[in-house]
């Protein structure tokens, strides 16, 4: 009997230390070999129901959170997420980007606020929104950090804390409601305070144009006067060479003649020069003087323009006309001058 008893109570302690085991892996299940919670699975950033939405409703229902001031709260149903599944569907959108970069200086004071609170559900989600908003963002590192220290102190503090009563339950669901109003509350004053930023951003942006427009046009009146200055310029550097052109032709003395002079020159044909037709047009009149020898048997060589006025302008006609000259022969060469006058 003593023997069966001692079996029998084996047999038990036996059960015991499985059972124990089995409890044991049990918790270790749901814990860290430290005995800490298991971490749960950070939240997705955008819904499920964000995400599937089209563009054209993404980006209106992000404009609407706007005006509405739910910035980056509720979930599911704000500006930040919209614009972030926007993103994904319109990757090189600047105006995406633009708001994105202006709304997360605001989720970060929201994910500290979330944390002093020690709402460590919602620091995390506005962590994840800040995380694929901009994954290397300078803030991300001491969040993150803030968060896991706070999860771990809470969790100390609610294992050596009794069972809430009713009435605690009653008052923290009254401070979870006053959380809700206080977010909504620095929600509408972040709102404010991104308008007026952009606000001041229009009004510079608007200021540098209107600045770069006066300047533009100052440049526009100098290039006009620089040009106005040196069109006169040439004008007078063109009129002072026709005086001196003229000066020196009547300073000129006349080229010296082998023979007989001029007065033994007698015109056989002379046709007129055809008239420009551009100086024609314009009714423009001028004089050339032209040098030319007359040759033995009548002929016209070694034409060439002494002066002219206006220059350059009848010079080929007046020339190509005395080179048809035709005049009597001559007993030697004789070199004289002609003044050809063009009139409209």
Same mark, same amino acid.
């Given at each position: 009997m003593r023997y069966l008893a001692v079996a029998a109570l084996g047999t038990v302690l036996a059960g015991g230390l499985v059972a124990c085991k089995k409890d044991d892996a049990t918790t270790a299940a749901g814990q860290t070999a430290a005995g800490e919670p298991a971490a749960a699975p950070p939240p997705a950033a955008v819904s499920s129901a964000v995400a599937a939405m089209s563009a054209d409703e993404l980006r209106t229902a992000a404009q609407k959170a706007l005006a509405d001031t739910r910035m980056y709260a509720p979930a599911g149903d704000n500006a930040m997420e919209y614009y972030l599944a926007l993103r994904d569907k319109s990757a090189n959108d600047p105006g995406v980007a633009s708001a994105l970069t202006d709304l997360q200086p605001y989720a970060v004071m929201a994910t500290e606020q979330a944390i002093a609170r020690k709402d460590f559900p919602e620091a995390k989600r506005l962590y994840a929104l800040l995380e694929k908003t901009d994954n290397a963002a300078p803030a991300l590192p001491r969040l993150m950090n803030s968060i896991s220290e706070g999860e771990k102190a809470a969790a100390t503090a609610a294992a050596n804390a009794p069972a809430l009563t009713e009435a605690e339950k009653a008052k923290q669901a009254e401070l979870d409601k006053k959380r809700l109003e206080e977010q909504k509350k620095l929600q509408e004053q972040a709102a404010k305070e991104l308008a007026a930023k952009q606000a001041a951003?229009?009004?510079?942006? +608007?200021?540098?144009?209107?600045?770069?427009?006066?300047?533009?046009?100052?440049?526009?009146?100098?290039?006009?006067?620089?040009?106005?200055?040196?069109?006169?310029?040439?004008?007078?550097?063109?009129?002072?060479?026709?005086?001196?052109?003229?000066?020196?032709?009547?300073?000129? &003395?006349?080229?010296?003649?082998?023979?007989?002079?001029?007065?033994?020159?007698?015109?056989?044909?002379?046709?007129? &020069?055809?008239? &420009?037709? +551009?100086?024609k047009r314009a009714r423009q009149g001028g004089t050339v003087q032209v040098e030319f020898t007359v040759d033995g048997d009548g002929s016209v060589s070694n034409a060439r323009v002494v002066s002219a006025d206006p220059p350059r302008v009848f010079d080929r006609e007046a020339l190509n006309a005395v080179k048809r000259w035709k005049f009597k022969p001559v007993s030697s060469p004789q070199t004289t001058r002609r003044t050809i006058n063009f009139q409209p």
């Open positions: 951003d229009k009004a510079r942006a +608007e200021q540098q144009s209107a600045a770069s427009a006066v300047a533009a046009r100052a440049a526009a009146d100098k290039a006009a006067a620089d040009k106005a200055a040196a069109d006169k310029a040439a004008a007078d550097k063109a009129a002072a060479d026709r005086a001196a052109a003229q000066r020196a032709a009547q300073s000129q &003395p006349a080229a010296p003649r082998p023979s007989a002079g001029s007065s033994d020159l007698v015109a056989v044909s002379t046709p007129s &020069p055809r008239y &420009p037709p +551009e100086a």
